[in-house]
């Protein structure tokens, strides 16, 4: 059975950081891309950062040069580093990835940025 768990989420000011992890347990992880995905409340899911297997990442504009996704496959773990935060950043993150053609998703972990 394919799981996945997030971390990492909490309470935080605008300026700071946070590191949401996320860990698969069942299956390839090490295979398949891994993505970040946020839901702001009120509002739709949006995907944020993307690393592929080989490690080459992507991120939505509204994060570039904030956000940092990673991954560990010995660990089957992923990470997102997020440093400068914003209000506009607090969303519920989810991470999922698709396997053959099979979206799996983690319960989410929420993330409030306000002072």
């Known amino acids: 059975q394919v799981q996945f768990v997030e971390s990492g989420g909490g309470l935080v000011q605008p300026g700071g950081s946070l590191r949401l992890s996320c860990v698969a347990s069942?299956?390839?992880?090490?295979?398949?891309?891994v993505n970040w995905y946020r839901q702001p409340p009120g509002k739709q899911r949006e995907l944020v950062a993307t690393?592929?297997?080989?490690?080459?990442?992507n991120y939505v504009d509204s994060v570039k040069g904030r956000f940092t996704i990673s991954r560990d496959n010995a660990k089957s773990t992923a990470y997102l580093q997020m440093d400068s935060l914003k209000p506009e950043d607090t969303a519920v993150y989810y991470c999922?990835?698709?396997?053959?053609?099979?979206?799996?998703w983690g319960q989410g972990t929420q993330v409030t940025v306000s002072s």
């Open positions: 069942g299956g390839s992880f090490w295979i398949y891309a």
């Open positions: 690393i592929a297997s080989d490690g080459t990442a």
């Open positions: 999922n990835q698709k396997r053959k053609n099979v979206d799996y």
